[in-house]
């Protein structure tokens, strides 16, 4: 039997980590580093790239890498990668959990060879906000990846097992989760080893990718001002300004000013044109201020659902990689009245409390028990009698948001016009009293219903929600006891026979058997003057000089000489210079076709 493991996957770093002895820790990779970029490429060659070696590619092959992905959970968006190879370039295609399923397998060969076994069985976040399609499309891909996945937990009920609030009184904790691609926040109550959750809300769409899009757009307005033209407008040169604006924006978490040098981001003639700039952290506040304003409502509707004030929260716990904004602490802090509690890094305290969850499930002996809720209302478009008649259309609560899960409820309706012989049930989740305004689950149809007055049919409706999220709806006719069912497991995707999952597990196994190495490797780290990338480099910078003015070839050999003396000294300045020529290369390129 494998061991199991927690997993947070998340939008802009993912980590995987173990329960022993009690205690959880997070897994390295073999290079050490505990966190894995959550982006998915092919390098030019068609290997498979995941991670920090896919995340090192996207500015300069924005084409052949995704990251991000978890915003498109549950939908079918396709990423297509343009991948080269020996029998010529081809179009890959992958939908969002199949990306997804990549970084997980990924995941469960760093766990696997941390921990010298098998990994079989995993818990995976999500964010408490994600609807049923996402948290379908998360347990999706983790059995592509080769997992059983025990359960899907909210990222901030994880969070807050990690932390080990327990004392001998109650303790209310408002955990807020701002990450790179969502936000959540959820009222918890802790008493001895049970953590409930009390209230939650959130935004799928509102993390640290919009503050990077934000700076990004900021720093295009400056180009623009500065040389009188836009940046140009292709997907290299946008991904490379997006890559500054990251890390511009985790320069400011530490500093009151950061520079910003871009090479070569356009040309007038024959004149490159560079972008230089010190943007102050003043500057980017007044940018997120207005997102991060949208968070503090969500705090206070998840309080005002718990029944709380602010002045009853004993603790205020932060969670994401986004959370390090001197701002969002500061905000929060004004907002509740009391000081965050930072006891653990918040890039690794949902994979933690994670692999707490795990260790529960399988037996392992750890102290703790978790009570989550259902973060969105369920129910069916059901007839209201007003006084102006009966109104069809509205939406008929079973099952309230912020109910503890697993939960029952039934209702019980009747039908509308006499002799009726069948019922649509349409089932929506969403607080919005007018029923398409909510989002739609799935529909089925009660048919045969005897001939009878309005009324005098009674149609009972159950829903069950379990705790991976799985809504399960049964109706009755009371009459002739004929019953139907819809599961609600798989909005918005194909849902998985046997036979596909199987096929799908075995083609993801071919692609990573043929990619043996995956992550970059300390090996790969020390042996960089050696790497087939920058030799090929090496090679097309040779091949331009023929090309270049005077100007040109000094530039481009000055490059070359950092670089040959970066790889001499094993200096980290090696991965940033190979960057530079190859923006170099582009640019030089790209002019000589105009």
């Given amino acids: 039997m494998g061991r199991a493991v927690g997993i947070d996957l998340g939008t802009t770093n993912s980590e995987v980590a173990i329960v022993e002895n009690g205690q959880a820790r997070v897994l390295p990779g073999e290079d050490g580093d505990l966190i894995l970029p959550s982006c998915v490429g092919f390098s030019d060659t068609g290997k498979l790239l995941v991670g920090r070696e896919a995340l090192r590619q996207y500015a300069a092959a924005p084409d052949r890498t995704v990251k991000s992905i978890k915003r498109w959970m549950g939908t079918d968006h396709k990423t297509t990668f343009a991948v080269g190879g020996d029998s010529g370039e081809e179009n890959r295609e992958y939908l969002p959990h199949e990306i997804s399923a990549i970084i997980l397998r990924a995941l469960k060969q760093r766990a696997e060879n941390a921990l010298g076994e098998s990994v079989t069985q995993a818990v995976i976040t999500v964010p408490a906000y994600f609807t049923d399609a996402q948290r379908q499309a998360t347990k999706t891909a983790g059995e592509i990846a080769g997992f059983e996945v025990l359960q899907i937990i909210n990222e901030p009920t994880a969070a807050a097992l990690a932390y080990d609030l327990r004392a001998e009184e109650t303790e209310r904790v408002l955990v807020y989760d701002l990450g790179g691609g969502t936000f959540d926040v959820s009222v918890v109550e802790i008493t001895g080893e049970v953590t409930e959750v009390l209230a939650s809300h959130g935004n799928n769409r509102l993390g640290g990718d919009d503050f990077d899009r934000l700076l990004q757009l900021h720093l295009a307005d400056i180009f623009k001002t500065k040389h009188g033209m836009d940046v140009p407008d292709d997907a290299a040169t946008q991904a490379r300004l997006l890559r500054a604006a990251e890390q511009l924006k985790i320069d400011l978490s530490a500093h009151a000013f950061g520079t910003v040098r871009e090479a070569f981001l356009g040309s007038k003639g024959k004149t490159a044109l560079h972008l230089e700039v010190e943007v102050a952290r003043t500057d980017f506040e007044k940018l997120i201020r207005p997102l991060l304003e949208q968070t503090l409502e969500a705090i206070d509707r998840a309080l005002a659902d718990a029944n709380l004030?602010?002045?009853?929260?004993?603790?205020?716990?932060?969670?994401?990689?986004?959370?390090?904004?001197?701002?969002?602490?500061?905000?929060?802090?004004?907002?509740?009245?009391?000081?965050?509690?930072?006891?653990?890094?918040?890039?690794?305290?949902?994979?933690?409390?994670?692999?707490?969850?795990?260790?529960?499930?399988?037996?392992?002996?750890?102290?703790?028990?978790?009570?989550?809720?259902?973060?969105?209302?369920?129910?069916?478009?059901?007839?209201?009698?007003?006084?102006?008649?009966?109104?069809?259309?509205?939406?008929?609560?079973?099952?309230?948001?912020?109910?503890?899960?697993?939960?029952?409820?039934?209702?019980?309706?009747?039908?509308?016009?006499?002799?009726?012989?069948?019922?649509?049930?349409?089932?929506?989740?969403?607080?919005?009293?007018?029923?398409?305004?909510?989002?739609?689950?799935?529909?089925?149809?009660?048919?045969?219903?005897?001939?009878?007055?309005?009324?005098?049919?009674?149609?009972?409706?159950?829903?069950?929600?379990?705790?991976?999220?799985?809504?399960?709806?049964?109706?009755?006719?009371?009459?002739?006891?004929?019953?139907?069912?819809?599961?609600?497991?798989?909005?918005?995707?194909?849902?998985?026979?046997?036979?596909?999952?199987?096929?799908?597990?075995?083609?993801?196994?071919?692609?990573?058997?043929?990619?043996?190495?995956?992550?970059?490797?300390?090996?790969?780290?020390?042996?960089?003057?050696?790497?087939?990338?920058?030799?090929?480099?090496?090679?097309?910078?040779?091949?331009?000089?023929?090309?270049?003015?005077?100007?040109q070839v000094e530039e481009l050999q000055d490059l070359l000489d950092k670089l040959e003396d970066a790889i001499a000294n094993n200096s980290a300045e090696v991965p940033p210079l190979q960057a530079e020529i190859e923006d170099f290369l582009y640019y030089v390129s790209t002019n000589s076709e105009e």
């Fill in 309 to 551: 004030e602010p002045s009853q929260i004993d603790r205020v716990i932060l969670v994401g990689g986004s959370t390090r904004i001197p701002l969002v602490q500061e905000m929060i802090e004004l907002h509740l009245k009391q000081t965050p509690t930072d006891g653990i890094q918040p890039d690794l305290c949902v994979a933690l409390g994670a692999a707490l969850q795990a260790g529960v499930l399988v037996g392992e002996s750890v102290d703790a028990i978790l009570v989550d809720v259902i973060p969105h209302s369920l129910g069916i478009a059901a007839a209201v009698d007003t006084p102006m008649g009966i109104m069809p259309g509205f939406f008929s609560v079973i099952i309230p948001r912020n109910s503890v899960v697993p939960v029952s409820r039934s209702q019980v309706y009747s039908t509308v016009s006499d002799r009726q012989e069948v019922v649509e049930i349409e089932v929506f989740q969403g607080e919005n009293e007018i029923a398409e305004e909510n989002v739609p689950l799935g529909s089925f149809r009660v048919e045969n219903l005897p001939p009878k007055p309005a009324g005098s049919i009674q149609v009972e409706v159950h829903f069950d929600f379990d705790l991976n999220g799985i809504l399960t709806v049964t109706t009755t006719e009371k009459g002739k006891g004929q019953q139907e069912t819809l599961v609600v497991n798989n909005v918005g995707m194909q849902r998985f026979s046997s036979h596909e999952l199987k096929q799908a597990r075995e083609d993801l196994e071919a692609l990573f058997e043929s990619d043996e190495t995956i992550e970059v490797s300390k090996e790969e780290i020390e042996t960089a003057n050696v790497s087939p990338e920058i030799t090929a480099l090496l090679e097309r910078a040779q091949q331009a000089f023929s090309s270049l003015d005077e100007e």
